[in-house]
């Protein structure tokens, strides 16, 4: 049992209890045997003042996702004031757009200096103010995302077309595959696992019609 932080604990159980509901999905099992070794390690409480993309949009997604998952909503509130989130500072500002970058934040709670220290892992929640295009990128890390909200639309390539997809619906990006999410109505909320290279940074890939997604709304 993980032990420290009692809610930075429980968190990280019931995301594994989450993800091991999602087993079929690809990536979930590299997820989860990447994240057992770490199961008995200590969890440190590492809190920040508050972040104020966490304070306006958090209790949105988490009511959203409570009616069908209430105990992993229950531990991701529990456990918020005990976490670092923050924005991911290795984009080029200019390519990534300063709406996302006033637009998002993420806790890790394993990973390398994280409330579970890992070198070769990198797991978390991230959450993306509603609307918000997180442009084009790739990053030599395998990724699963786990969203716990929708629906958001997802492009794998900048001539791919934008595809919706649901709540619980993971995403499998293999190393250096292009990816694009645009945030619907609903903050989007999820887990996120790197199984490797987890330092690598993120590189953004330009594309032409960013101007017409970021001004696209998406309908439940």
Not at 34 to 62: C, F, I, K, M, W
Not at 75 to 87: N, Y
Not at 161 to 184: D, E, F, R
Request: one cysteine or more.
């Amino acid at each position: 049992m993980i032990v420290g932080s009692g809610h930075v604990a429980t968190l990280i159980r019931e995301i594994d209890r989450y993800l091991a509901s999602l087993q079929s999905a690809q990536g979930v099992t590299a997820v989860r045997q990447s994240l057992a070794p770490y199961l008995d390690q200590p969890a440190q409480a590492r809190p920040v003042p508050e972040n104020a993309v966490v304070a306006q949009h958090l209790g949105t997604a988490l009511d959203a996702l409570r009616p069908s998952h209430p105990a992993l909503a229950q531990a991701i509130g529990a456990a918020c004031g005990e976490l670092e989130w923050i924005s991911y500072r290795l984009y080029d500002p200019d390519q990534i757009g300063a709406a996302f970058i006033a637009g998002h934040a993420y806790a890790e709670l394993i990973g390398p200096g994280a409330a579970v220290d890992a070198p070769e892992l990198a797991l978390g929640v991230f959450i993306i103010a509603p609307h918000i295009l997180y442009r084009d990128h790739r990053h030599p890390a395998p990724e699963l995302y786990a969203p716990l909200t929708g629906p958001h639309g997802w492009r794998f390539g900048v001539d791919q077309p934008l595809m919706v997809k649901p709540a619980h619906q993971p995403v499998w990006n293999q190393p250096m595959a292009p990816h694009m999410t645009k945030v619907g109505p609903v903050p989007f909320l999820c887990i996120y696992g790197w199984t490797a290279d987890v330092e690598a940074p993120a590189t953004v890939i330009p594309a032409d019609d960013w101007p017409a997604l970021e001004a696209l709304r998406l309908e439940v």
